[in-house]
Nanobody, 122 residues
């Protein structure tokens, strides 16, 4: 089993920045891809960004490309979501996720964190 714990959510004004963190524990060697998803009220959960275990391949949703990055931490069981130029439509619960297969573009999580709220005011 893999446990994922997010932190760093909060309230920020439009145009501001926020950095989310995700720490993985347990059988982390089984994780090949880590990423972030989000779910806004009344909407389905959607993919945001992913990175492979080596940290040399990333993939982003079009809606966040150029504004968000997904750096790996040290040790590798930590991943971040750096969010810049935030917009009100970025308001959502953000979930850290892990996939046992190497597929950043088609990430299908096996494990989920509990989520952290991000609210962007206009």
């Amino acid at each position: 089993q893999v446990q994922l714990m997010e932190s760093g959510g909060g309230l920020v004004q439009a145009g501001g920045s926020l950095r989310l963190s995700c720490a993985a524990s347990g059988r982390t060697l089984s994780m090949q891809t880590m990423g972030w998803f989000r779910q806004a009220p009344g909407k389905e959960r959607e993919f945001v960004a992913a990175i492979n275990w080596r940290g040399d391949t990333t993939y982003y949703a079009d809606s966040v490309k150029g504004r968000f990055t997904i750096p790996r931490g040290n040790p590798k069981n930590t991943v971040y979501l750096q969010m810049n130029n935030l917009k009100p439509e970025d308001t959502a619960v953000y979930y850290c996720a892990a996939d046992s297969l190497r597929r950043v573009a088609t990430m299908t999580p096996d494990y989920w964190g509990q989520g952290t709220q991000v609210t962007v005011s206009s």
